[in-house]
């Protein structure tokens, strides 16, 4: 016969309320978090995929398409609809997004292209036009296919990942991947400048052969009048060049100084 069990156990000590312990896993949360639907952001970069989509359609449908698609703004355009469009299609269906790597390719791309257009080309004479000399009909199409291009998209793709993209989508380490086809564009652009000095390139700068790239008219003709003079190996505000003067001597009357 065994003894009965008493209620209280007096010399147990009480134990200790603590949290509990969460071990580290190796399962990210994608896994377990089931997707939902989000109908505005997929309309949103519908939109967005479709602008993108005329956009470069006007260009190549005004242009000659081989020097169109050369562009490098119309290839990252390019890029941005394809990404935006399977972007929608994943927010629509309740598919887990596109990986940060694609999403931030196609901003940084199209937003390079855009900084390059406002700061170095937008005041360039005569204006910078991807289908420069181009006879449109109506007129208004290619000034607005270039707004679309270097203003309106940027900005849109600026936005849906400011406000659309989920945090933690995008890290620093993977800029290094994102770099690597601006700088095979580059490359592929300054050999076509060496190797094909006549050619029509994508930019209205051509890379010469031997020197500096010269300066645009307007800026020369917004130097200062003695920077100008200098230029042309005149004292500044004087009528012409002027032989070397003695770098010793003075041109007073005198012996050496």
């Known amino acids: 016969m065994t003894a009965p069990i008493p209620r209280d156990i007096p010399d147990l000590p009480a134990l200790p309320r603590t949290a509990p ?3 580290p896993s190796a399962v990210p949360a994608r896994a377990v978090v089931p997707p939902v639907r989000r109908p505005l952001t997929a309309v949103y970069r519908l939109a967005l995929a479709v602008l993108a989509t005329a956009a470069v359609l006007i260009e190549i ?7 169109v698609l050369s562009f490098f703004v119309i290839q990252s355009t390019a890029v941005l609809a394809l990404v935006t469009f399977a972007s929608a299609r994943r927010a629509w269906t309740a598919r887990h997004p596109l990986s940060g790597a694609v999403t ?4 940084l791309y199209v937003v390079v292209a855009a900084l390059v257009h ?3 080309l937008a005041d ?4 910078y036009a991807v289908t420069a000399g181009a006879s449109a009909d109506p007129a208004w ?3 607005a296919a270039g707004h679309l291009l270097h203003t309106v998209l940027p900005v849109a793709a600026l936005l849906d990942w400011l406000v659309l993209t989920p945090p ?3 890290h620093l380490r993977q800029a290094t991947t994102w770099l690597l086809y601006p700088l ?3 490359a592929f652009t300054l050999a076509r400048g060496e190797l094909l000095p006549g050619s029509a390139g994508p930019l209205p700068l051509p890379v010469p052969r031997r020197g500096p790239p010269r300066l645009p008219e307007r800026a020369r003709q917004r130097a200062p009048r003695g920077a100008r003079d200098l230029r042309r190996g005149g004292p500044p505000g004087g009528p012409g060049p002027h032989p070397p003067e003695n770098q010793i001597s003075s041109l007073a009357t005198g012996g050496l100084k």
């Open 168 to 170: 933690a989508r995008m």
């Open 141 to 143: 199409l290619g000034p």
């Open 21 to 23: 312990r969460l071990l």
């Open 118 to 120: 406002h700061i170095a």
């Open 61 to 67: 449908l005004l242009g000659s398409p081989t020097r």
């Open 184 to 186: 095979a564009y580059l």
């Open 104 to 107: 931030g390719a196609a901003l």
């Open 124 to 127: 360039a004479a005569p204006a």
